[in-house]
């Protein structure tokens, strides 16, 4: 395989995000996206107190990056403070879920240790933070 051929390439401004009511997520690299890639990595965008809602992910850790803004992360009964720079590894099968308690949207990058990520979860229900 030429190293060429793993450049991910976005088309200008990107692919289209998929929007939800609390914020969006855009896939930079998945299976669908990059066949034969091993992993999945995006960017989520969270609105002003705003939360994703309580999930889990079966078949794959996450670990994100918060580029700007501030939340809380729950993991399972378990809070975190989050802000720029901080990081955070959410283990396969546990349930969590991220409230934006800041004025500011908050950017996160998140990396998923499968390039088919699933989600089991009650979207309706806000994050315990």
Known sequence: MAFESLVIRQPAGG??????????IKWLCNAE???????????VFTNPG?????????N????????SGECEHSIEDEVFLLRAGDSLRVPR??????????WEPLRL???????RRETQGLESQPARC
């Open 15 to 24: 692919g289209p995000p998929q929007l939800f009511s609390w914020g969006a």
């Open 33 to 43: 996206l990059q066949p034969g890639a091993e992993q999945t990595l995006g960017l």
């Open 50 to 58: 705003q939360s994703n809602g309580v999930h889990l992910h079966p």
């Open 93 to 102: 099968g546990r349930r969590h879920g991220v409230v934006n308690r800041g």
């Open 60 to 67: 794959c850790e996450e670990l994100l990056y918060v580029i």
């Open 109 to 115: 990058l998140v990396c998923y240790s499968s390039p």
